[in-house]
């Protein structure tokens, strides 16, 4: 590939996933500004590494560099700076003003607490295999891990979540209306 | 199946991992498994909150224009730094791919031509076995399977009218040939 096919391509396949990468980046980070800086870094780091790229599941290999710099973010930024609260971390949406959906935006925030509680490797395979749709190879080839310690990071945190999701009971919402 | 097995199938079952076989023999088990029913009904629900295209973050159109533009900006730059050896390289890159082009297509176009004369068209033998192959897969195709039971002709030469391209008595011809070499 010649350098500007190769950033020609790299601008493409970015575009295309740009979502998906930040939806990864968003729930690593736990807040906008980090998860739209990350995915810019990852972003110059692939357009600069394009010639690296050896073939096999492009979107895998893209978000494997998105991954790489949300890690190196959060090993930069200091540890006591707290994440946003429970309402800020919920993605924007219309049903949010809508009366009758609170009963949906209540469970929805549920999940995201604790989604947001797992630890941080079981909540991105969650996050990759849930949100993304990738298959257990490409969530293996992102987190650069065997396709069995896929499945039993998926199978663990989807267990803590059921028991966390178990747990939790109705009252706690309802007195905290 | 047992239980122990299927408990450590089910989240793969659900993540469309498994193979044909392998989900076809869990959905059995589940079938006659209370337990196992709860236990994927269960991970079925936290599959289904999970996937509450509303929890997934999309990214804000800020940051989309921003790689745009970084992108169009490295672009620009790539283009204007090629020194002018490597841009002459590059219009010149187009020609000798017409040759190389004209030279494969010439090649294929050969190989294919030779291809479809070196078949013997004269041959009956080779006919007849290739008129039978494309009989049977005919008949494969149809909804009917290959089974007439009758010894009377006037049932079976309608029966065959249609499924084959052969008349009934070359058939029947092909037929003895084959049992007789079995």
Known sequence: MTGVAANAWVGELVQRHLDAAYNLGRWLLGNDHDAADAVHDAYLRAARAAHTYAGGNARAWWLAIVRNCCLAKLSSRSRERPLDDDAANLPRTAANDVEDCVDAAQSRARIAGHLRALPAEFREALVLRELEDLSYREIADVLGVPIGTVMSRLSRGRALLQRALGTDPVREIIDGM | ?182
Not at chain 2, 117 to 132: C, F, I, M, T, Y
């Open chain 2, 1 to 182: 199946m047992e239980c122990k097995n299927a408990v450590a199938l089910l989240e793969a079952y659900l993540d469309n991992e498994l193979d044909r076989a392998e989900a076809r023999e869990l959905e059995q088990h589940v079938d006659g498994c209370a337990d196992c029913r709860a236990a994927l009904t269960r991970l079925d629900a936290l599959r289904l909150a999970l996937r509450d295209q509303t929890l997934r973050h999309e990214a804000p159109a800020a940051l989309r224009d921003r790689i745009a533009a970084a992108a169009a900006n490295t672009a620009g730059v790539a283009e204007s730094v090629l020194p002018p050896a490597a841009r002459r390289a590059r219009s010149v890159l187009p020609a000798w791919w017409r040759v190389a082009a004209a030279c494969v297509l010439a090649f294929a176009s050969g190989a294919i031509f030779m291809r479809l004369n070196s078949g013997n068209a004269d041959d009956p033998a080779a006919l007849v076995e290739h008129d039978l192959f494309a009989s049977h897969w005919r008949a494969l195709a149809a909804t009917s399977s290959v089974d007439v039971v009758s010894s009377d002709r006037h049932t079976v030469k309608p029966w065959f009218a249609g499924k084959v391209a052969q008349s009934a008595r070359s058939v029947y011809r092909c037929w003895f040939i084959a049992t007789a070499s079995i």
